[in-house]
RNA sequence: GGCCCGGUCGUCUAACGGCUAGGACGCAGGAUUUUCAUUCCUGUAAUCGGGGUUCGAUUCCCCGUCGGGCUGCCA
């Protein structure tokens, strides 16, 4: 049995969005179940859709994703090359047969022909479709005579090649998701398959290519399922074994109706791109999920639930994993609406799955951006390390270091209203300089022993660990939230413990 | 309009003719905690409608309905 080959065939007409990466995943994961290869291909044979750029971001967001093709553009290969607008010379020859065999014709018809056409239908409550039923009285291949033909051609007569679907045929496709389907060719339109600037349209670049790279399993997007029968002809015209496809339900959006969109991200307050894409045109900026904090596996993790489940209740998965479990069989029919929550709930999971080590390396750029400190060097690192050890459970995201530890940086220069408001209290200066004084003659500083003394204070005084730990809190933090006080005081060390009090109690005096 | 594909809690989904329709996100409540977060426990809520087939339908068939896709010299 030969090896599973399979493709991800973008075209380049702006950012790869989470449906795109999704599909390719799937294919990514299959390839690797089974020991194949997966290929990245260029299809670019729409030069007015061409976006600069996006060919370079197709490739960073694969990699970044940690989905990287064994073979195509960029990757080598011997079928290649992979990217479309590089290959028209075989597509032509292709063509050609079909010309020659009577399976496809020339057509001379202008786009502004075809437009008044659907201009006429569409008044008379119809729509025009360019088939079997009228292909003989447009101006084509069918309906002159070759001498005509001929004469056009050598003119330089703008033509395209349209391919001739024969009429009357039941076809039963079977697609791996969706079972059989089953359509009578007559409902079909004899499609173009070379435009008129010489290059092939997506249809027949797909299939050539997909034979020639001998591609065994086409994993796409149920946008291409209309399109299915198209493809099955197109193979049984050439006498070709076709591969086996897969059409994937399609992410929808949050709310509202429809497929998830490139526009969504922006109305939704989540990415739905993998990387922050800057439009060349308008130079908008819209965000990505790795400018967002997300993990790639994160990522990964959530794309892969989407559409598919592992047939058990697990439900995070490392890459490997999901290499493992991933089936064709377990994927859905419908299509599933993306939830944005879910998505922050399994990059959360994520990050607090990360070694140690791994979290101080996301979390360290920040700090290093906020404070505008040098945090590499062995003391500040080992400061670092403590802080995240006190805060690393209520991070989802590395920024969000900054929110749970900046006053181990700086030290409040302002004091939430909400929190001051409900802890400080009129007698409250008075027991925090009681506390400053009982604080000041600690000794040894460290955190089981600050409890203890603080506690005894406290019981002396019969205040309560709430009136007096909540005051100490904002004073030393500006804020009601944070992890253990006391180690908190530890780390910030005495010194600095007074300065803050001292600075709270001349603020909110 | 035509063709094609779908329909289980608000959302992602499990149950491939047979338990009180299970899990997760979210939400609500509770426990823990000096606080916030985490963690743990509990609760919440669904088979689109109507016909069949069957001893028995979420599951199979038909009709309707709703949702989605396609209907380009785009992919």
Do not use: C
């Amino acid at each position: 049995m030969k090896s599973i080959r399979v493709r991800f065939a973008p075209s380049p007409t702006g950012p790869l969005h989470i449906g795109g990466i999704r599909t390719a995943l799937y294919n990514y994961l299959l390839a690797k179940k089974y020991d194949g290869q997966f290929i990245l291909r260029i299809e670019d044979t729409d030069q007015k859709r061409f976006v600069p750029g996006a060919v370079e971001y197709i490739r960073e967001a694969l990699e970044w994703s940690g989905i990287r093709p064994d073979e195509g553009y960029g990757y080598g290969g011997d079928k290649g090359p992979y990217k479309q607008s590089e290959r028209q010379t075989v597509y032509r020859q292709y063509v050609q047969q079909l010309l020659d065999e009577g399976k496809a014709y020339y057509a001379f018809d202008t786009p502004g022909d075809l437009e008044r056409l659907r201009e006429k239908y569409q008044k008379q409550g119809k729509v025009f479709t360019y088939n079997h039923e009228v292909r003989h009285s447009l101006n084509n291949a069918l309906s002159l005579s070759p001498e005509e033909v001929n004469a056009k051609l050598k003119s330089g007569e703008p033509y395209t090649v349209r391919f001739k679907i024969p009429e009357g045929k039941t076809l039963v496709l079977n697609d791996l998701i969706r079972g059989e389907i089953t359509i009578n060719t007559s409902e079909l339109d004899d499609k173009v398959i070379m435009k008129s600037d010489g290059l092939p349209t997506y249809h027949l670049a797909n299939i050539v290519d997909d034979h020639l790279m001998e591609i065994t399993h086409v994993i796409r997007g149920e946008e291409w399922l209309p399109s299915l029968p198209l493809h099955i002809l197109l193979y049984e015209a050439f006498g070709w074994e076709p591969p086996r496809f897969a059409h994937l339900p399609l992410i929808l959006k949050p709310q509202g109706k429809g497929k998830l969109s490139k526009r969504d991200g922006a109305k939704g307050g989540f990415p739905v791109f993998p990387l922050a894409w800057t439009d060349p045109q308008t130079g908008e900026t819209l965000s990505g999920y790795r400018e967002e904090g997300y993990l790639p596996q994160a990522f990964i993790n959530m794309l892969a639930l989407l559409g598919w489940n592992p047939g058990d209740e697990r439900e995070i998965f490392t890459i490997d994993e999901l290499i493992d479990a991933f089936d064709l069989s377990h994927i859905n029919k419908s299509g599933a609406r993306f939830d944005p929550g879910k998505a922050r709930w399994i990059q959360q999971q994520h990050f607090q799955r990360l070694p140690k080590a791994e979290m101080l390396e996301y979390v360290l750029p920040v700090l290093e951006e906020k404070t505008g400190l040098h945090l590499r060097g062995k003391k500040m690192r080992e400061y670092v390390e403590k802080v995240l050890e006190m805060v690393r459970e209520r991070l989802v995201f590395p920024a969000d270091i900054w929110e749970w530890a900046s006053f181990f940086f700086e030290a409040p220069k302002t004091f939430n209203p909400k929190a001051v408001k409900k802890q400080w209290k009129s007698q409250t200066p008075e027991m925090l300089s009681g506390l400053r004084n009982v604080l000041a003659n600690i000794d040894p500083w460290e955190a089981g022993h600050i409890k203890e003394k603080v506690g005894a204070w406290i019981q002396e005084k019969e205040l309560g660990f709430g009136k007096v730990l909540q005051p100490l809190r904002i004073a030393l933090t500006g804020d009601l939230k944070g992890p253990d006080l006391f180690q908190t005081t530890e780390l910030l060390g005495r010194d600095e413990v007074l300065k803050r009090i001292d600075f709270a109690l001349e603020k909110l005096s």
